[in-house]
């Protein structure tokens, strides 16, 4: 293992790693998946935290590690968007620590570079999610690991003592951040075996037993908790199985092009035929082929392929997405860019490998692409931090315009997220009385059965209509009824009668 890093430049690249973080993170709206986090980390005793946690249904009592962190956090920083997606940044200072301390000299600076300028991780550091609690510890794991194989290729057996226990913290926390991340935990675990020296698994065993032990002791009992949370039905929903299109996408997310397209609405919205558009098509057609060319020439000529023995490492590493393509192929699973964050490190790697050799070439037209590409990621993290078309799910106006209709005693269908309203504060009754106006009314995918003497809804909140009007029993309703459609902004659509107090007033 190369040389210990000077710790000033430790500390310069981990005040990097808070700037990113702080840039990152917005106040804009929570979408579905980060409100009902909050909502459930919300319940005011751990007791009922655990006891929401599996009646939600979802696959959320398989996230344990961030369930809990998110509990704890919201009890010292509080409630607000901001707050809640700052819970990221211990983890992804805590990652970026593992790979400045541990990757090999010669190419730490480009993947801290390329790290820091992933359109991927800038979007899902904005995310109250495990993704940026998988990615650290996917980063503890692999950065000491290929630093061991990179050392004992080199002759350099220097060994930081500390580095059994950053493998076991790695490996703990990617396993109880979700229950995907313990499959990638597996690649990892064949990773560790393929570095270790051939004739030395019983000297690492024994100076290494401590840390062996209490992680072997923590994953086996993670894997018996998530066969209980099988058995009692918590799974992720079954929104359709995995083609073609679905791994494009989450190639075309990971390698850091998704500030330069659409957003990810119209990209749901249109199935991904507004990627064609000339707009989107000419920006990041040239930008993939300037990193496809980039990536060839690591694969070909860099260390980590070059060499089989690390070839076969980055390989064991990188299994677990063939078994996660293949599980969504055959079963009602659609795998998404965000499945794959343990295995975004592996990109980072081969594509800091090949900027290492452009710039070391020393040709100017290849340096002067270095910089080029390095912009364009940049670029394209900007994107993902400020432009509209990137926005998420916005409940917080839709809440805002539902709220507002009640207290002016109009009936108003919320066909959207259950939590993500009670997060901004929206109260559905339990019972309701059908004589009362004022009323915000959950639906979801059908017209609620009503008696005659109910009055009509005078607004309808729609979000996405895959979702919460699959059937469009919702739309047809609406048109039926004389109802237009008076606004729309990020994931929604807001139908009033044309002869309502709300109309032409959003």
Known sequence: MSAARPINLIWIVLAGAVAVTLCAVDNRSLWIDEAGSAVLASEPSFVRFVGSMFQEGGSTAQMPLHGIYA????????????????????????????????????????????????????????????????????????????????SCGRQEGRRVPVFPWTLGAGLVVLAASSMLGALWCVGAILAWFWTLPRKGYRDTSRSSWGAITATACILCLLA???????????????????????????VYELIGMLGLGPGRLELRATSGAALGQARYFVPVGAAAVGLALVVVRSALHSRPWR?????????????????????GMVMDFRVLGRHFTPGVLLFSALLAYGLDLMWRSRHLLQRAGVCVLLGVLAFSCAQVRLAPRHAKDDYRKAAALAKDASRSGLTVWWAADVSAARYYRIEFPDAPDVAVPGRILPVRNTVPESPDDQPPPSLMILSKEDLFDATGSLRDYAIMQGFVCVDSFPAFTVWARPTGPHHGSF
Not at 224 to 242: D, F, N
Not at 307 to 327: C, D, E, K, M, Q
Request: one cysteine or more.
């Open 71 to 150: 509990w704890l956090w919201i009890r010292m920083f509080g409630i607000s968007e901001v707050c809640l997606r700052l819970s990221n940044l211990p983890w992804f200072l805590m990652g970026t620590a593992a790979l400045c301390v541990y990757w090999p000299r010669r190419t730490a600076p480009f993947l801290i570079l390329v790290t820091f300028f992933s359109p991927f991780l800038w979007y899902y550091l904005n995310e109250f999610r495990p993704y940026a609690m998988g990615w650290a510890g996917a980063s503890m794991i692999v950065a000491p690991l290929y630093a061991q194989l990179d």
């Open 224 to 250: 018996v908790y998530y066969l209980l949370t099988l058995r009692m039905g918590s799974r992720g929903a079954a929104v359709g199985r995995t083609g073609i299109k679905e791994v494009a996408f989450a």
């Open 307 to 327: 060499i089989p023995r690390h070839a076969v490492f980055w390989i064991l590493l990188a299994s677990p997405a063939t078994v996660l393509i293949g599980v």
